[in-house]
C-alpha cells in the first residue's frame, strides 16, 4: 500500500474512532438524561433551557407544566407547587416565541400534565422561521427520531460536557470541577433542577432591580439609534393568525387540561416607550391583546390573568431591571394572585384591565429631567 | 448544500468522487459533465427555485462570448456585445439582489410606498462577476474558445459556486480540459482531505464557537466598553475563520477532483498596512476589483487625486457588492479612505530609520488591525445608528463591566488572536502553491511522521463540531 492510501485510512479511521469514542461517551453519560435517568454519575442541568427541556420533559415527575419567556424564568417550582399546589415543570426560555414554546409545550403535554400555566408577551406571537430552522432548539431531539439522537450523540460541545460531569463523579476531582464549572465554559453547572435559572442566594436584587436601571433601559430603547427595535416584527395580522393557529389549537386539543394564562406586570414605561417612540406599535399591543383576551375568555378551560394594569407594582420602578424585567419579589406576587384569582379576567368585559392599562400609559407624565437623570 | 453537513460529507461528496474517477475512465467529457452535473444538483437541494436563473446566465453569457470570440463582429458590434452582456448581468444581479435596497431609499426620499421583497439567490454576486470577468477578456482577446461543458462547470463547480473563491477563466478551464484532472491521484487527495478538514475545523470549531460572543455586542442591549469590545473583535475572528475556513474547505475539495483553486486569504490580520492587508484578504475579490474597475477606471495613471478617486469609488462598490445595505457602503467607504490615508502615508510620510523598522511594522500591524475591526463593526451592524452606537460605545471607557464572563470571553479572544498573528496558515502548512500546480514539500506538514493523525483529530474535532443550522457568512453576498 503507497504512502497517501495508508495516511488516508489513517485519517478516515482515526477520525471515525474519535467520532465513535465521543457518541460512546455521550451515550454513557447522557447529560440531558434521555436515554435513562441519571444513575452513573450525579444529574447536573444546564441554563440553556431550550436544550434541557428536551431531557427535563423526559426525566421528571411533574403534573403542572408553567411556561414563559425570561419574565418566567426565574421563578422557582417548589415555589410555583407551595402556592398553587401540584408538582411543577419550569420550561420558561429566555427570548422564546410562540412557534417555540408551543412545540415544547406540545412535547411537555404527552406526559399528560393536569394544568398549564403560561406567561404570555404579546411579541411571541410575531412571524418566527419553521422550528425546524431554529438554530436554538433542538427539535428532533425533543421528537426523539434518529436525526436527534445522532446529533446528540455525534456532538463534541456534549462530549466536553459528558467529560466534566464523568470528573465530577470521581471524590477527589470533585471539588476541583466543582470549582471550575462555572456556566461559562461549561453548561452544565446546576445539581438541583429547582435551580435551573434561579436567581442565587447570595445574588444582590437591590443592585439588578432598582429604578435608575428602569429608566436607563428607557432611554436606551427610546434612543433614535434604538428605536426601530420596539416595532421589530409587530404585524396584527401576522400575529393574530400565529395565536389561532398555535395556541388556540392547543388549548382546544387538549380540552381536559386546565390553562392559566397570564399577561406579565411589565412596567408601565414599557408601554410609555412605545407611546413617545413607536405608537404604531402600541396599538397593535392592544388591538392584538384585546383580542387575544376575547378569545381566551370564550374558552371554557381557559383563566386569563391580565396583570398590566396593576399600578401599584408597574408604576413602581424599582421593581424592574429594565422596563419589563420584574424582580423576585413580583414572581411571588404573580403566583400569588393566581392562586387567589385576584386579576382574573371577567368573562363578559375581557378588556377592562386593558382599558385601565391605557387610561394609564395615557396619563402618565414624564419628568423633563427623566432621560437626563437616566443617562447619568 | 452546506460541506459543514452531513449529508454532503458522508453522502454527496463520496459519490460525486467516485462518479467523477468512473467516468474519468470514459474520457475528460464524461468528467466534465458528470462533475457538471453534480454542481447543479448541490445547488438545486437548496436554491431550487433559482436553478433555471443560473443556468440562464450561462446560456446568455455563453451565447455572448461565443458572439465576442467568433471573429464575426467588428469593433463596434463587438462593443454592443459586451455592453449587452455587462448589462444584462447586472440587471440581473441589481434586480436580485439591489431591488429591495432601492425601493426602501425611494420611498424614505419621496416618501413613496414602493415594495420590493426579492428573495436573493445564493451565489448570484459571485457567478455574476465570474462570467463578467470572462465577457471583458473576451473583447479584450484574451479569451480562447471553450466547449459548453468546460464553460458551464468553469460558472457552476461547487466547491467556489456559493462563495467564492471567485475564479478566473484562464486559470480554471485549461484545468478542467486536461486529462489527467479525472484520474485518482492519491497524494492530491490526501492533501485535499488535510486541506479541507482544517477549513472544517475553522468553520465548526472556531468560527461557530466564538459566534455567541458577537451577540454581546451585536444584541439589542446597548453593550459597555469592554463588551463592545469583546463583540467586535469576537466578529472580526469569527468572520475571519468562518470565510477563510470556507475557502480552505473549496480549495481541499477540488484539490481531490485534481483541480488548484486560488487562494483567497494570506494570514490578513498579520498585515502591516490597509494596502498589505487587501493583499491578503479575500484575495480573489481585490483581484477582480483591481483588474476589472479599478484599472479600467484609471487606476494610478491620471495623478494622486485621480487615483485617491478611482480608490474610493472602487471600495464603494466592493462595499456594495457584499449587500444592498448603507451599513455596507460606509464599511467599503471606510477602506477606501484608509486605503487613501496609506498611499498618501507612503508618499508624504517620513521613512523610519532601518533601526525602528520592527518598531514600524509592530505599530502598522496594531494600527492596522484596530481599524479593519472598527471597519467590521459596521459590516455587521443592522443600521449604520447601530454601529454608531458601538463604535461610540467602543471609545467610552467609563463604562466597563468586566465580570467573570467577559474576563473569560477576553482570555477566549486571546486565543484567538494568537492562532491569526502568530500561527502559520494553512497554504504554508500544507505546502500549496496554486501556481505551480503543486502540494507539499520538504518542512511541511505532509512530510512529518504525526501528519495523519493531527488531521485525524482536526477531521474528527471538525466533524463532532457540526451544528445543526450553521451557514456560511459569505452565503448572503
Redesign the interface.
Known sequence: M?T??R??L??????????LA?AALNFLVDPLQIFRPARLFAAMYSPDSRMQNAGLIRSQDFDTVFMGTSLAIHFRQSDIDRVLGGRSLKLSMTGSSSREQIFVLEAALQRHPRRIIWEVDDWIFRDTPEID???YL?ADLYRRNAQGI??YL????M?RESVWIAARSIPWLRPVVVRVT?G??FSFPIADPDDINVLKPDFDVAAAYNEQKARASFA?IT????R??LAEGYDYEAMVRNFEQQAVRMIEAHPQVQWDIYFPPYSILQFVAMRDASPQTLKIVYDFTAYVARRLVGLPNVNLHDFRAVSDVTHSLANYSDVIHHSPAVDQMVLTWIAQGRFRADRNTPTAPLEQLKAQVEAYHLDPAFIAAANK | MLFNSYAFLFLFLPAVLAGYFAWGRLGNRAAVLWLMLASVAFYAVDQFRFVFLLLASIAFNYLVGFLLISGRLRRGGCLAALAMGISGDLLALGYFKYAGFFAVNVNAVFGTHLVASVALPVGISFYTFTQIAFLVDAYRGNVARYGLPHYALFVTYFPHLIAGPILHHKDMIPQFERNEASRADPHLILSGLAIFAIGLFKKTALADGIQPLVTVAFGPVPPSFDQAWIGALAYTFQLYFDFSGYSDMAIGLSLMFGIFLPINFNSPYQATSIVDFWRRWHMTLSRFLRDYLYIPLGGNRHGRVLRYTNLLLTMLLGGLWHGAAWTFVVWGALHGLYLCINHAWNYFGPSLPRRAAPFGQFAGRALTFGAVVIAWVFFRADSVPSALSIVSQMADPRHIVLGRGEIMNLAFLLLYAGITWFAPNTQALMGYDHDNRRVGGVATLLERGFFPYAVAAVLGFGVLSIQQHSEFIYFRF
Not at chain 1, 10 to 19: D, E, N, P
Not at chain 1, 154 to 157: C, E, Q, S, T, V
Open positions: 503507497n497517501p492510501v495516511q488516508m489513517i485519517i478516515l479511521g482515526g477520525s471515525a474512532m474519535i467520532v465521543a430552522a431554529d438554530p433542538p445522532a446529533r455525534f456532538n463534541g460541545a462530549a462555572n461559562v465554559v436606551s434612543d433614535p439609534a434604538r426601530a427595535y
